[in-house]
């Protein structure tokens, strides 16, 4: 069962401002890792790297090697097709067209879960379920 990361939940794995966020991140990152079925985006590359440079201050060198290690990963690659549907779901669902543009990756990718805080925990997108791992 392959599962596709927002970037908040990477984020998390290096926050030291949200522990109980961060052991629940690193949990998930380690298993699915294991299992060898996870799945980013370039865009989630991209940002990554922003957050981990801009807010939490991290040496570009160090975020860049860190950002760098998720492209063993899948990785599916933005391109016009992609961002048309996203502008398409983003209308459809009112999503913002970020949000939109990593459910269109993670449906592109075929995955069955999407990990984000970003939306509805539970919130299903044809075969996909929406999974909050820090919902209570």
């Not at 860049?64 to 549907?85: I, P």
Request: hydrophobic share 50%; proline share 1%; glycine share 4%.
């Amino acid at each position: 069962m392959s599962v596709f990361f927002d970037t908040n939940v990477l984020v998390y794995c290096t926050d030291t401002a949200a522990l109980a966020k961060q052991a629940v991140a690193r949990r998930l990152v380690a298993l699915a890792s294991a299992k060898g079925d996870s799945v980013i985006s370039t865009q989630v590359l991209i940002e990554l790297f922003n957050v981990l440079t801009r807010k939490q201050k991290m040496p570009a060198d160090t975020a860049r090697t860190m950002t760098l290690a998720y492209t063993g990963w899948t990785v599916v690659q933005s391109d016009l097709a992609l961002v048309t549907a996203a502008m398409d779901k983003a209308i459809q669902h009112q999503l913002s067209i970020w949000d939109a543009m990593v459910v269109e990756a993670a449906l592109r990718a075929n995955v069955q879960t999407l990990y984000t805080e970003d939306l509805t925990h539970g919130q299903r997108f044809g075969g996909m379920t929406v999974v909050n791992p820090f919902y209570n």
